[in-house]
């Protein structure tokens, strides 16, 4: 199955991420405000084209679970992940002492973010769901399993400026949507040659690849030149 494919060739991505300077300001509760506020504006934009993608995708399933899931997954981006009180944007604002809107009223879509929201694009106009969903899983992905990966190597106080942020992330609902990720994958890959299976597995290593590019162009405060 494709599934064990994309893990197999992804999951050395999970230390790589953890032990970088990120996930280690997370981590130590010593991330660098600047570097917060980079992620926030790179991620709000990224965030926006994801949601964009799920309707793309919901528009194309061929089933009414289907459209019910991707449904489901923009009320939570838009109303939870961005919005929600204590969803991790918020966390990581109140992290740097400004206010949430006034950090993303300055939203870029930097190189590194620009190349991984173009990849998740360019796959839902080719290759339809299954190709979107290969390039978009690793997003929840990584997060999860970085988030678990914390839980279980640190007891982060109910102080620590990042516990509400990891608790997000380590949540086990998202066990549940790469499930969904990972059924619908094979679905809507059940008439497609094995070239273009071989693909989608690239897909998903490639996004790990970005996941990492993405976090680290915020401690780089990466920015095109003039």
């Known amino acids: 199955m494709l599934k064990e494919q994309m893990i197999a060739k ?8 953890y032990n970088d300077p990120f996930i280690q300001g997370i981590v130590n509760g010593n991330l660098d405000p600047k570097a917060v506020c980079h992620y926030l504006q790179a991620d709000y934009a990224y965030l926006n084209k994801f949601a964009d993608i799920y309707a793309l995708c919901m528009a194309k399933a061929d089933n009414v679970t289907d459209k019910r899931f991707f449904i489901g997954q923009l009320s939570m981006i838009l109303n939870e992940e961005l919005e929600g009180q204590e969803g991790p944007h ?5 992290y740097t002492g400004k206010p949430y809107s006034s950090i993303v009223a300055d939203s870029k879509w930097y190189p590194s973010a620009d190349h991984y929201i173009k990849h998740m694009s360019y796959n839902i106009n080719e290759h ?10 690793p997003c929840p992905w990584v997060y999860h399993e970085v988030a678990k990966k914390i839980n279980a ?20 609902s998202t066990e549940d949507l790469m499930g969904n990720f990972f059924r619908m994958i094979e679905h809507y890959s059940q008439n497609i040659s094995e070239a273009t299976k071989a693909i989608f597995v690239d897909n998903f290593v490639k996004s790990c690849q970005h996941e990492r590019r993405f976090f680290q162009m915020a401690v780089t405060q990466e920015d095109w030149e003039d």
């Not at 992804?10 to 991420?17: A, M, P, V, W």
């Not at 918020?90 to 109140?94: G, K, N, R, S, W």
């Open 10 to 17: 992804s999951e050395k991505y999970i230390d790589l991420i």
């Open 90 to 94: 918020q966390v990581l604002a109140a």
């Open 128 to 137: 339809g769901i299954a190709g979107a969903l290969s390039a978009m899983g």
């Open 153 to 172: 190597e640190h007891h982060l106080a109910d102080t620590h400026p990042f516990k509400k942020w990891v608790d997000f992330y380590a949540d086990d």
